[in-house]
């Protein structure tokens, strides 16, 4: 889900939440508006457990870090400054 659309059903939730409170209405109904805020606190556990791993290739190829390919079709970045300190040394 969006990081945009994210945060509006969290707003959203909040304001559920507040409307618990001041509405009257049956304790089972109350306990049910707090669902949503488990599930949402559960989902921010996982994202900060499991973070995002930029060095991991994706099936293109491509990994988030550096934004090359690392098929061996091109060379990366990192290859390239190598290739340009060596030849700089060599002068």
């Known amino acids: 889900m969006p990081w945009r659309q994210m945060s509006y059903k969290f707003c959203n939730t909040i304001i559920d939440d507040l409307f618990a409170f001041v509405i009257q209405m049956p304790t089972l109904h109350r306990i049910a508006v707090f669902r949503d805020d488990v599930v949402f606190c559960g989902f ?3 994202r900060w457990i499991y973070r995002v791993d930029k060095t991991r290739v994706n099936e293109f ?31």
């Open 44 to 46: 921010l556990y996982q």
């Open 61 to 91: 190829g491509f990994s988030g870090e550096d934004g090359t390919d690392t098929k061996g079709k091109g060379e990366t970045e990192k290859e390239k400054e190598k290739k340009q300190e060596e030849s700089k040394k060599d002068k």
